[in-house]
């Protein structure tokens, strides 16, 4: 079988991925048919493509992501970059040094593009002012992971052949979630109704002022909905008591076949991992005919390799 061409450029006049938040509907949509590309040319024997050789790409993660950090490394070495993944726990931040004096030292090194994810919000982005390679978001704080809402974004297009006028219900711990502000912008941008669905201490103040309807019960949140997305509760990130109990959360927004019942017969059931069953989502339902979650990890694959192939035509003598 011979190797797909490379997907056709399409207008992206950005040179970092900081967000979805300042994407247009044609960018966001241009991501997506380059990923289709990816996904075609991932499913061959012959998987790489050169698009990036020579080039070096950095994946610098201030937070543990075995998931998020390895399908940047197989994004990055499918196209035929030399990926390094900086050790946090070997680095210099643990010594006392800032994020600027990280990125100083960092571009000395010219990396071409340096993947970042980072506990802070807004991190990356001030990382992004003081390197001259590109940039990738890869999970800043509670703000913005770019690349989970546009594979999330592929995974839903695959399934249902349409985002326009879905009704996907995004449920769990809001409060404390970059993936659930990320695919709000997006799929409100491409034409979804977005729903969130969690009880009132795991929802941000002022989440209506992003176009979202909310809803309080799971009953009512599922009702009608086409994708139902779960979020992982992240008592990592909690500060007090946000939830009675785990097994009090699980019996009223945990995902099981008696809610999901609650949703269209067809809808789709997504969750960006890692899952927490019996928390958020029973394993009849993570394991069932409705489940997407793996289909969202090979889409997570190819949706990196098409950013790192966008990004790459800003890169000097690209």
Known sequence: MSTPAEPAPFAFPHRHLLGIEGLSAAEIEGLLAAAEDAVALSRQVEKKRSTLRGRTQVNLFFENSTRTQSSFEIAGKRLGADVMNMSVGNSSMKKGE???????????????????????????????????????????????????ALLDALTILRAKGRIAGLV??????????RVARSNIILLNALGAQVRVVAPSTLLPTGIERLGVEVFRTMREGLAGADVVMMLRLQLERMNGSFVPSV??????????????????P??????PGPMNRGVEIASEVADGPRSLI??????????RMAVLETLARHLPNA
């Open 266 to 271: 067809d809808a789709v059931v997504m969750h």
């Open 247 to 264: 097994k009090e959360y699980f019996k009223h927004f945990g995902l099981d076949g008696a809610k999901l019942a609650y949703a269209r």
């Open 294 to 303: 793996r289909d969202q990890v090979e889409m997570g694959v190819a949706v």
């Open 168 to 177: 996907v219900a995004i449920c769990g711990d809001v409060l404390h979630s």
């Open 98 to 148: 800032t994020v600027l004096d990280t990125a100083a030292t960092l571009n000395a090194m010219r990396p071409d593009i340096i993947v970042v994810r980072h506990h802070a919000a807004g991190a990356v982005a001030l990382l992004a002012q003081k390197v001259d390679c590109s940039v990738v978001n890869a999970g800043d704080g509670a703000h913005e992971h770019p690349t989970q």
